[in-house]
């Protein structure tokens, strides 16, 4: 959609935005005229300073795509922080969608925080196809650690960021943990 002076507007979740001319917290050096979405402004972290070491908890996966959870561990989880695992789905999680063999599968995903801190989309249900191309930190991650470290994901332990993509563990992965927990 175009305004009466020409710039574009545009809707993303639920904030209406426009050509950014006076957005004070861009990054210093880009000017509003060289950037229209603003959620596409994350900072890039720098590299990993020892490859060799594979996960040194630096929160590279965690500011970008969160784990999903496998069977059980949404009540491992809640448990650690003392909430029932209803309260805990409500406040934190998301359901996102897999495929696996073209099968849809349901799992749990910690809600990404936008760059304010604030969850990205509604928690507690269903999520469309932004949730797997939005980028944004886990809910669960506060700056340095994981707030649930000692009941991560299983996609959480095991990803490592030097690995190969087709080393760690897929969205599919975990589906496929989903579906074999149904059969049982």
């Not at 426009?18 to 229209?36: C, K, M, N």
């Not at 496998?70 to 922080?81: C, D, H, K, R, T």
């Not at 063999?101 to 936008?114: C, I, M, N, S, Y």
Request: proline share 9%; hydrophobic share 35%; charged share 25%.
């Amino acid at each position: 959609m175009t305004n009466a002076k020409g710039t574009k507007t545009f809707r993303i979740l639920t904030e209406t935005t426009a050509t950014l001319p006076d957005r004070a917290d861009l990054p210093a050096g880009v000017a509003a005229s060289d950037v229209e979405n603003p959620y596409w402004l994350w900072d890039e972290l720098p590299p990993h300073p020892a490859p060799e070491k594979g996960c040194i908890q630096r929160g590279l996966c965690c500011r970008s795509s969160p784990g999903r959870f496998a069977p059980g561990e949404v009540e491992q989880a809640a448990a650690l922080l003392g909430k029932t695992p209803d309260a805990f789905v409500k406040r934190y999680l998301v359901i996102d969608e897999v495929q696996v063999d073209e099968q849809t599968v349901h799992v749990f995903a910690p809600v990404k925080l936008d760059r304010k801190g604030r969850p990205a989309l509604p928690t507690g249900g269903p999520v469309d196809k932004l949730y797997q191309v939005l980028r944004g930190t886990c809910v669960f991650f506060d700056g340095t650690t994981c707030k649930i470290y000692d009941a991560r994901p299983w996609e959480c332990r095991a990803y490592i960021c030097t690995k190969a993509p087709e080393e760690n563990p897929s969205n599919a992965d975990v589906g496929r943990k989903w579906l074999a927990g149904a059969d049982e």
